[in-house]
């Protein structure tokens, strides 16, 4: 069974009855869940109100369980995983690096591990750990190819360069942008007046 299966059928686990009056959806327009447990259905808000001091204690506890597990859920990694290695790219921005050349980011490990070869010794490889590309040689050529990945829609190549710009990096015109200073008539002095 796949988990799209599964994910369909813990939907399905909650009969399409009401709690407290056993009508069917047929019976009425649309059955609505409890908004604390969402493990039963009712047709009415009169019915809920009914069946409230049976369903009380089950309510509490479930509503309980799911608070838990919203709040120890693992929050989604930033990037996909190292297009090369495979390994979970690291929270920190310095454990991986955008490639605009192929619009991969990969970690860090994988950007410095072809400058040595087996036995140690420094190799002078200035090419993209995933597609082989030369590493631009001049500041144009770099800002090209930003701007290339950025006509494909690529969301990184977007970001870096409104970055390049606010930082002035690449021979770029520094833009930052400039909020008026907001300035408050000064209080009058005591002696002043």
């Not at 990694?77 to 190292?82: F, I, K, V």
């Not at 420094?122 to 990945?149: L, S």
């Amino acid at each position: 069974m796949s988990t799209a299966d599964n994910n369909n059928n813990s939907k399905d686990d909650i009969p399409n009855i009401c709690a407290n009056c056993g009508k069917g959806e047929e019976g009425s327009n649309s059955l609505k869940k409890c908004s604390a447990c969402l493990s039963v259905k009712y047709c009415s808000r009169e019915c809920q109100a009914t069946h409230r001091p049976q369903h009380k204690k089950e309510c509490k506890k479930r509503a309980a369980e799911l608070h838990d597990k919203k709040l120890f859920k693992q929050p989604q990694p930033l990037h996909e995983d190292c297009p090369i290695c495979f390994v979970r790219m690291p929270y920190l921005n310095t454990g991986y690096r955008y490639q605009s050349c192929c619009g991969k980011v990969i970690c860090s490990g994988c950007i410095h591990a072809p400058v040595y070869d087996n036995e140690g010794n420094t190799v002078d490889n200035q090419k993209c750990p995933f597609c082989r590309a030369p590493h631009p040689k001049t500041n144009v050529e770099a800002i090209k190819r930003i701007k290339k990945r950025m006509e494909v829609g690529d969301a990184d190549a977007i970001y870096n360069l409104g970055n390049y710009y606010f930082e002035g990096k690449y021979g770029l015109l520094q833009d930052r942008v400039c909020r008026p200073k907001i300035t408050f008539p000064a209080p009058a002095r005591s002696w002043e007046t």
